[in-house]
């Protein structure tokens, strides 16, 4: 499985909450600005 994490480019808190999400589920994150 494979989680698309959509954020907005400039929200660096929402990117860091998907990476953290990311490492606490234990699975990839693709994580895609717009």
Do not use: Q
Request: hydrophobic share 45%.
């Amino acid at each position: 499985m494979l989680v698309n994490w959509h954020y907005e480019k400039f929200d660096e808190d929402m990117k860091e909450v998907g990476e953290d999400f990311s490492e606490l589920v234990n699975l990839p994150f693709n994580l895609l600005p717009f």
